[in-house]
């Protein structure tokens, strides 16, 4: 029997059928980075912006029960779709409304693989939390999360390596894969990459990391990307409390990457 698509699921890929792209917000639950004052005014400016759906994760400083916190601060300024993106096994929580259940496919550590999905699956399985099955797989520079996971980063001139890792990931049976440059990288994902691996697969392709100009993000979308992630422009703004900017920001990085695709389909 196929499998069912969960409600989440079918709300992303829907908005992908209509606009040929959705955009994602990263909110890393760290508590160095989390101010629970502003983070309502932070979030409901970016909802307002039109990004569609918060991404809940980071590789470092993980506890169940601050990322719960995190999951209602973002509730008081949103009632868009909370996915955990975890990087390890205390980023699962039944309070989220969906979970990228990942594996990162170029680890060379056999737990970021298989171990830490093996550790938590029960009781994901147990709390009916939808999940989407995520091959991600991490390019150069990297970032924290290549470092922490131990992955055998694809080098940016290869993108060859990026369609092998991509087109197993589709045939196991994925349900998307994303390629991700770091959180914070100096510049996204080559393009030359999103390309390839577009020719390729089939399956929708997540791109983030480093992604920090309306112009980047449209190109990114443009070679082939369905999500695109962004996290650290917002952060940075964020400190600064410039929510008007945060939502102007969003707007015109969404606007920039509609008018892209308008004039590829005209
Ligand atoms: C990290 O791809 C995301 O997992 C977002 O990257 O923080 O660089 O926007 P940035």
Partial sequence: MPKNIGKVHKYLLEIAREQNFAHLTLIDPDPMKVNFDSLPRVIKA??????????????TAFDRFFLEKVINAIKEGSDKPIILFPGNIAGVTPKADALFFLSVLNSRNPYYIIGAQMISSPFIKKWGIETISLAYILVEPGGTA????DA???????????????????LIGFDMVYLEAGSGADSPIPLKMIGAVRKFID?????GGGIKTPEQAASVVAAGATFIVQGTKFEEEAKLGQFDKIKKMTQITIETIKEGVRRRNM
Avoid: H, Q, W
């Fill in 203 to 207: 399956i929708p392709i997540i791109v």
């Fill in 46 to 59: 970016i909802d307002e912006g039109g990004s569609s759906a918060f991404m809940l994760g980071g590789s």
């Fill in 152 to 170: 055998s980063l694809i080098p940016r001139n290869k993108p060859e390596l990026a369609v092998c890792y991509a087109t197993a990931a589709e």
């Fill in 146 to 149: 290549g470092f922490v996971s």
